[in-house]
């Protein structure tokens, strides 16, 4: 099974937060592999810089790595994926995971219901 954290439950999943109780075991599990998007970089480094985050990208994408976790990039296909998707969020980052996970494909595991309107990968928790 593949999956694709969203910003929020990467987070979570890295502090050992209890939010993500409901779906640990699968994001643990061997059979699982556990994509980041570059874009959840992005999202950490720009809610750090205007201090709605107190978090150190460097640390957090050491952590992710050594936790066996696989760098997504945003390619082009991404993108025109992303131009398809209809407004039902506003948040780029958001609908940037949601193009990806479409694209690829994967579920992307979120904390956001808006998200599971776009499609039946998209996991809620």
Known sequence: MKLLLDTNVLLWTL???QRIRSIQDKILSESTIVHVSTVSWW????KSSIGKLDADVTLLREAALNSGFIELPVLGE????MATLPFHHRDPFDRMLVAQAIT???HL?????????????????
């Open 15 to 17: 502090t050992g937060s």
């Open 43 to 46: 999202e950490i480094v720009i």
């Open 109 to 125: 595991v979120t904390s956001d219901a808006k998200l599971s309107e776009y499609s039946s990968l998209v996991w809620l928790i």
């Open 104 to 106: 690829e494909p994967m």
């Open 78 to 81: 991404h993108a025109e994926s």
